[in-house]
């Protein structure tokens, strides 16, 4: 008999690869000002939040791909920030994080069921300094104020405190940076509530000096009471909906909205093979046909776990390097990126990570994200399965049992992808039978052909 | 007899949450365990019963029963011990904490309170109602208020129109767009917190002015610690510090005690409205 190989399957599978497919421009939290007259979009944003008590870290991944003298970024911060509290850092630690709680497919390869039901795990695998100017505090005649300014990395920053929020648009208007239109009353707000605005621009000679062909994360750390995600500019210059992954790393549990509701995202269901092919689009499709059914209103978790471990693990845990540079002040700073799957690690780490998904504009989302850190910390992930059936020439009663169901199980697979993407099942069907998952009924030998060794006389 | 019955607002408020939480479960609004609202509803009654013995009276339990469907709508935890913890502080604080032949705190907030402030265990979940059920919420409270208009219905709308006035005026005069202030006010827990909560005819006072400094008291409270404090759970807070303001409250406006069943004297007292004839035996509201 054969018994089926147990293999294991890294298929592409990052929600940021799988939803991003838009290139162009990308917000953080505030949105892009260009400095000539491009039409500037905002589509997707990745940022990374640790938040313990009042202490907040922002990193905010930028991938602008436009000319690096048309980035300009206004970013609504509540403090006014030192330059200690500013920093640049590399773009491969948010995709390990990303990679790390990116959803997942998961291979099952069915054992010869004469022999018995046995199930392997395989997963998917997803993809993947400071220089100081000086500082000065002088408010000009539109009252703004300029807080502070910096250099760091490759940004020029400066930390702006207005009066008046026609004040401030005019500055940035004068200081090059192009304004979205409704711009000045979503600024008034901030401006009534005490916020200060974090502004930045590409310092192209320091941008040289890194030799490297993109823009690295920013990162900001402050102390707020205030535990929310400013969104509101951002929808502002958005031309349809905008996708923003936030990765909470808290120390009691689970992360959630008050102020919209947080879903699940469904999970764990078995789904036709030839997915595998294109996860992308399934995950897409599927994360879409949610926002749908939610009435585009909620916030989708997509993972939710403690970062000691996982099962099944999309990417190693993080370093605790790595959590150190992404705010996570309380882990010590010396172990060795490591291989850590599927067990705790002995060292507690005490940091809980949790993946938010947001499909957002402004007519569905006109309030910034307010967040509350819960002390859930039960896991979940985003897990679809994928299960291989036994293609042996096994041949006994099971077998045949196993064979005759096969096309029932397809068939409840099919409905389940049809349910959640909204896929045109007669489509998923022709696709299933391409992949060789039949729907035909297999021919049912006469019991009586395993009688007295007819089966061996056939050969 | 069976209409004095039917006549108990407990009944219509068991009734209601009960459709509440069947109606969550199935729309898979909010994740509760079976197993975990059997915990609430057991502990909630057992602390009922134990309460009644201690005090030698019959216990009755339909006030746990509001009690225990509150905490499951309201209260969230990964554990069993710290929601059936919350049933039995909500229950035992009726019978050991009391002050002028009343208690003093609202039961099922007080369980919600001291578990989300002195445990890292339990956590509410503010923001996890849709639509849909914020509409069947605000719908539950609304059919409770047209049959039970005689009582103290004051509670809750003077509660979400100081709320709705304190949000808006926010949104005005920041310059935000009115969906700001909408999106806040659709809150399922708001709006159950208003109706089957703070409405509490045992643990809001007796007269009509010192209820509606009560009620205006709480939003007004609520609002600061979730809009300038930044405090998720703020209207509970607001509630169990507004109990403890109760006492002040009921001196400065003095009526007599409220009991199930009672017609509401309050109200003829102040003559502002007269209760109509066919609602005059109609008891108010219970938590």
Redesign the interface.
């Known amino acids: 008999m054969n018994r089926s190989l147990k293999k294991s399957l890294f298929a592409a599978a990052s929600a940021i690869a799988a939803i991003t497919v838009t290139g162009g421009a990308v917000a953080f939290c505030g949105f892009y000002v260009g400095k000539a007259d491009t039409k500037l979009f905002n589509k997707a944003s990745k940022v990374a939040i640790m938040r313990d008590g009042k202490r907040t870290v922002i990193t905010m991944a930028n991938d602008f791909q436009g000319e690096l003298t048309e980035f300009a970024t206004v970013i609504p911060v509540p403090v006014v920030l030192e330059e200690e509290q500013i920093h640049v850092t590399e773009n491969a630690i948010l995709d390990h994080l990303d990679a790390y709680t990116a959803p997942r497919l998961v291979e099952y390869f069915d054992e010869d069921p004469c022999v018995m039901y046995d199930r392997m795990e395989m997963m998917a695998a997803p993809a993947m300094s400071v220089g100081a100017v000086d500082k000065l505090r002088k408010k000009d005649s539109l009252g703004v104020t300029v807080e502070a300014e910096y250099t760091v990395g490759e940004y020029d920053i400066q930390i702006l405190s207005a009066d008046q929020s026609d004040g401030l648009a005019a500055w940035l208007k004068e200081n090059g940076y192009k304004l979205p239109d409704g711009a000045e009353?979503t600024l008034?707000?901030y401006i009534?509530?005490g916020t200060k605005f974090f502004v930045a621009k590409v310092n192209l000679a320091e941008q040289a000096a890194t030799g490297l062909k993109y823009l690295r994360p920013l990162q900001i750390a402050f102390e707020s009471?205030?535990?929310m995600l400013p969104i509101r500019l951002g929808t502002l210059n958005a031309d349809g909906k905008q996708q923003l992954f936030a990765f909470m790393l808290t120390r009691?549990?689970r992360v959630?909205?008050?102020?919209?509701?947080?879903v699940k995202l469904p999970t764990g269901m078995d789904i036709p093979v030839y997915v595998k092919n294109d996860f992308g689009a399934f995950y897409k499709s599927m994360f879409e046909q949610q926002v749908e059914k939610?009435?585009e209103?909620?916030v989708f978790l997509e993972y939710a776990w403690d970062m000691n471990w996982c099962d099944p693990c999309a990417a190693d845990p993080l370093s605790q390097d790595e959590l150190r540079e992404l705010g996570v002040y309380w882990v010590g700073g010396d172990d060795k990126p490591g291989i850590m799957p599927r067990r705790p690690m002995p060292q507690a780490r005490d940091v809980f990570v949790t993946r938010l998904h947001i499909s957002y504009d402004a007519?569905h989302f006109?309030?910034d994200l307010?967040f509350?850190e819960?002390?859930?910390?039960?896991n979940y992930q985003g897990r679809y399965v994928l299960r291989h059936a036994y293609k042996g020439d096994a041949q006994c009663e099971a077998a045949e049992q196993y064979r005759a169901n096969l096309p029932k199980r397809y068939e409840s697979e099919a409905q389940t992808l049809a349910n959640l993407t909204g896929w045109d099942i007669d489509a998923i069907r022709e696709d299933m039978n391409e992949a060789g998952q039949s729907f035909e009924e297999p021919k049912k030998d006469s019991w009586w052909k395993r009688l007295w060794g007819n089966d061996a006389k056939e050969g | 007899m069976a209409l004095s019955f039917i006549k108990d607002p407990r009944i219509y408020q068991i009734v209601t949450l009960s459709g509440l939480l069947a109606f969550g479960w199935s729309a898979h609004a909010f994740e509760i365990d079976p197993i975990q609202f059997a915990a609430i509803v057991l502990a909630s009654c057992a602390t009922q019963w134990l309460g009644s013995l201690l005090i030698a009276t019959r216990p009755d339990f339909k006030s746990p029963l509001i009690t225990a469907l509150s905490l499951t709508l309201l209260l969230r935890a990964d554990a069993i011990w710290p929601l059936a913890a919350a049933a039995a502080i909500a229950i035992g604080s009726k019978f050991a904490l009391r002050l002028g032949g009343k208690h003093i705190f609202n039961p099922a907030n007080i369980g919600i309170v001291a578990m989300v402030l002195f445990t890292d265990a339990a956590w509410t979940t503010p923001g996890q109602w849709g639509t849909a059920v914020w509409f069947a919420v605000l719908l539950a409270g609304a059919g409770l208020f047209v049959s039970y208009r005689s009582a103290r219905f004051d509670v809750p709308l003077v509660f979400l129109g100081v709320y709705a006035v304190l949000v808006f005026g926010r949104a005005l005069w920041l310059g935000d767009p009115l969906a700001i202030p909408l999106l806040r006010l659709e809150n399922g827990a708001l709006i159950l917190f208003a109706f089957f909560m703070i409405s509490d005819p045992k643990t809001s006072p007796d007269g009509a002015i010192a209820r509606a400094a009560f009620a205006g008291g709480a939003a007004l409270l609520a609002y600061l610690m979730m809009f300038h404090f930044y405090i998720a759970d703020g209207m509970f807070y607001a509630l169990a510090i507004l109990c403890l303001a109760r006492p002040l409250l009921e001196w400065a406006n003095p009526a007599p005690h409220y009991r199930w069943g009672d017609p509401v004297a309050s109200l003829r007292s102040i003559g502002r409205r007269q209760p109509s004839k066919t609602n005059s035996t109609h008891p108010v509201p219970a938590e």
Request: proline content about 6%.
């Open positions: 009353k008034e707000s009534k509530q009471p205030k535990f009691s549990g959630e909205t008050t102020n919209y509701r947080t939610e009435n209103r909620a007519e006109p309030e307010m509350k819960t002390n859930d910390r039960s």
